[in-house]
């Protein structure tokens, strides 16, 4: 990685393909890990984190990860799943975060000198041309070493520098066997020792 001292950044974070990418992968983010990570590399503006959530279920297992993030340095931005039929009579689930994720670069980006995007989803490529062209750098971070690649070819292109996450394992994951079972503590945001239990979700 390559970061300008004192550069301003910020770490935009499509939830659901970062976790689907760990997953890949073999191992857990540790969020709270990332954040220093990328607190040493400038000056960390901001951290969001987009993910859609299902809202009509009593508990929702992504919920506790959500609170932490919350609580930890981290803004959350969540709107809810909506349920449709396709074609075929088939019950789907749709909660893409694209949108609310591209309005905020945008609306930041005058504020910031390097745009970090978590992400390989190919749809960014144009966000990123156009964050580029008012003069800022573009960082994505996802991976070539799952089969498929988890990042779009064409996006990988666009931005001034690819992170494989890979890369980053030893300092920002943990194996899925490190996990402790979650446990319903409505108290755990406030503490940072409580992240162990739920970063795995």
Not at 3 to 16: C, H, M, Q, S, V
């Amino acid at each position: 990685m390559f970061f300008y001292p004192g550069e301003r950044t910020a770490l935009f974070i499509d939830g659901a393909n970062l976790y689907a990418t760990a997953k890949a992968l073999g191992f857990d983010i540790d969020y709270k890990r990332l954040l220093s990570l990328f607190r040493k590399q400038g000056r960390l503006v901001r951290a969001i984190y987009y993910t859609a959530l299902v809202d009509d279920s009593e508990y929702s297992p992504i919920r506790p990860l959500i609170d932490w993030l919350d609580y930890n340095g981290y803004s959350v931005v969540t709107k809810p799943t909506r349920e449709f039929t396709d074609s075929l009579g088939r019950r789907k689930i749709k909660g893409n975060m694209d949108i609310e994720l591209a309005v905020d670069v945008m609306e930041m980006s005058a504020n910031l000198d390097h745009v970090i995007l978590f992400s390989g989803d190919g749809d960014f490529r144009s966000l990123v041309e156009a964050v580029q062209r008012r003069g800022l750098k573009v960082s994505v971070v996802s991976t070539l070493a799952t089969k498929p690649p988890m990042v779009s070819d064409d996006l990988r292109r666009q931005a001034d520098q690819f992170i494989d996450i890979m890369d980053l394992r030893a300092e920002i994951g943990r194996e899925p066997s490190e996990r402790e079972p979650a446990k319903r503590d409505e108290s755990f945001g406030s503490r940072d020792d409580d992240f162990e239990d739920f970063a795995d979700i």
